[in-house]
């Protein structure tokens, strides 16, 4: 049986069907409510994070970090200077192909600013294995307040496609635990940090 022609010629110059309209309405009134609403996960369910963004020139940016973690190295670990700042200070992370610099050390239970930018293109910075993402350019300083709730050893990847060393683009980051050590002394986790998990 072979298919037959429309009756009309213009056959799909058909008013639109009522429910068909209405589900048009409530699909376009539902779209506009959430992009509205996008706001709103700021606040319900810690799903975005807020961040401030500056301009700055990649080479400003660069001179920053290399100060901050000239300013607060505790040690290295191939190479890559491990810094730890002071509890609440404004922490510097830069990014450019392929790695994160330099390799952090935070407190637990304690809020920092941390600023990252890019020297190079585009990165993604995401912190494994928690959901923390953020896209990071080049000539943009972006900064959020991060308060860690958990200790341990966190990897940091590159999430953004970068060049063909991309896969390689990790970096780290410790939390420790402020600890009372026997003699009344602080001594933080990160003493026998080397080989941290
Ligand atoms: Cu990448």
Redesign the pocket.
Known sequence: MSVTSPQHRIWWKEPVEKVELVWILIAFAWGVFMFVFMIAWHFIGRQNLSNETYRVAPSTFEKKVEDFAKKYQTREEGGIPVVKPPAGADVYLLSRT?QWWPILELEKGQSYRIHMSSLDLQ??FSLQPTNINIQVHPGLEHIITLTPTADGAFGII??????LG?HT?TGKLYVTQKKVAEGGAVVTAAAKNGEAK
């Open positions: 392929f990165h993604g590159c999430n953004e496609y970068c060049g991309h683009m």
